[in-house]
């Protein structure tokens, strides 16, 4: 499964069912913080069109702290989404859309 990651070495989970496919840098999040809450902040009030900022973002070379926190901050809320999907009950997570009669 390519979308679930942990915070810590992989190899602690090889018991597992379902394994991790690489490690999240959670170090780099947190020294970043800032800076991903101001992006955050840009998107919620809706001053950029996220395709817009992810370009942006994307023109960094990739060593660049910053973009290295956001994609690992994307990877770490994909693997929430994806646990809790995987741990639902049923297998499926309700759909926000009413459901027709």
Do not use: H, W
């Not at 840098?25 to 970043?32: P, S």
């Not at 101001?38 to 070379?61: D, F, M, N, P, S």
């Not at 990877?75 to 929430?80: D, E, M």
Request: net charge positive; aromatic share 8%.
């Amino acid at each position: 499964m390519q979308v679930l990651y942990c915070p810590d070495n992989p190899a602690l989970y090889e018991k597992f069912l379902i394994k991790p496919s690489s490690e999240i840098e959670i170090e780099g999040i947190a020294n970043q913080k800032p800076n991903i809450d101001q992006v955050a902040a840009t998107l919620g009030l809706k001053e950029r069109i996220q395709g817009r900022l992810i370009a942006k973002l994307c023109i960094y070379i990739p060593p660049n702290p910053m973009r290295r926190a956001i994609f690992e901050f994307d990877k770490l809320i994909r693997s929430i989404y994806t646990r809790g999907y995987l741990r639902s009950a049923n297998g499926t997570q309700s759909s926000p859309l009413p459901k027709p009669y």
